[in-house]
T-cell receptor, first 114, second 112 residues
Framework: DTEVTQTPKHLVMGMTNKKSLKCEQHMGHRAMYWYKQKAKKPPELMFVYSYEKLSINESVPSRFSPECPNSSLLNLHLHALQPEDSALYLC?????????????FGPGTRLTVL | ELKVEQNPLFLSMQEGKNYTIYCNYSTTSDRLYWYRQDPGKSLESLFVLLSNGAVKQEGRLMASLDTKARLSTLHITAAVHDLSATYFCAVVSGGSQGNLIFGKGTKLSVKP
């Protein structure tokens, strides 16, 4: 099973809302990633979790708050977002951060902030 | 700072023709990836290239890596419409094993 799942597929939220994105994998991977992709642009790394600990935070604003409750699950909590945060949010996983391996991407959550 | 440049950014080609997409990167890296993305969809892993001279092939796509030139190529042979997509190369940032730096992508359109 080489599948990374993400929910919801689409999310529309207002600037005062609080919502969460969820990512799950059951491949035994110990590295999990959040990327943001704007239209017609490449993905940009936001966060990396390695063995359930935050390894990399690419200077992401605090209105994005990641959480890794266990080795299979990765959440991204959203609060007080701006319209410019509208994008496709991609989750990925890999066997481990230091292992030469492929990152497997989930289908993404398309977020619209009104 | 690692920079990854792809060219061309847009490629319109006819079915049956051959073409090459180029990916240059600015600093040493030991891994290079090629991904495919269909409109509105996620990224699909195509190739992982790990060493100088590495060549991998899958169907009509062949990828190669020259670490000395810091160059990877994705060669398309006898293109078909189903290959229409955006292709990204990505390189691991030397200072951070987990940080993939993506090129801007090449939007490929194969016309009958």
């Amino acid at each position: 099973d080489t599948e990374v799942t993400q929910t919801p597929k689409h999310l529309v939220m207002g600037m005062t809302n609080k919502k969460s994105l969820k990512c799950e994998q059951h491949m035994g991977h110990r590295a999990m990633y959040w990327y943001k992709q704007k239209a017609k642009k490449p993905p940009e790394l936001m966060f990396v979790y390695s063995y359930e600990k935050l390894s990399i935070n690419e200077s992401v604003p605090s209105r994005f708050s990641p959480e890794c409750p266990n080795s299979s699950l990765l959440n991204l909590h959203l609060h007080a977002l701006q319209p410019e945060d509208s994008a496709l949010y991609l989750c990925a996983s890999a066997r481990a951060e230091m292992v030469v391996d492929t990152q497997y991407f989930g289908p993404g959550t398309r977020l619209t902030v009104l | 700072e690692l920079k990854v440049e792809q060219n061309p950014l847009f490629l319109s080609m006819q079915e049956g023709k051959n073409y090459t997409i180029y990916c240059n990167y600015s600093t040493t890296s030991d891994r290079l990836y090629w991904y495919r993305q269909d409109p509105g969809k996620s990224l699909e892993s195509l190739f992982v290239l790990l060493s100088n001279g590495a060549v991998k092939q899958e169907g009509r796509l062949m990828a190669s890596l020259d670490t000395k030139a810091r160059l990877s190529t994705l060669h398309i042979t006898a293109a078909v419409h189903d290959l229409s997509a955006t292709y990204f190369c990505a390189v691991v940032s030397g200072g951070s094993q987990g940080n993939l730096i993506f090129g801007k992508g090449t939007k490929l359109s194969v016309k009958p």
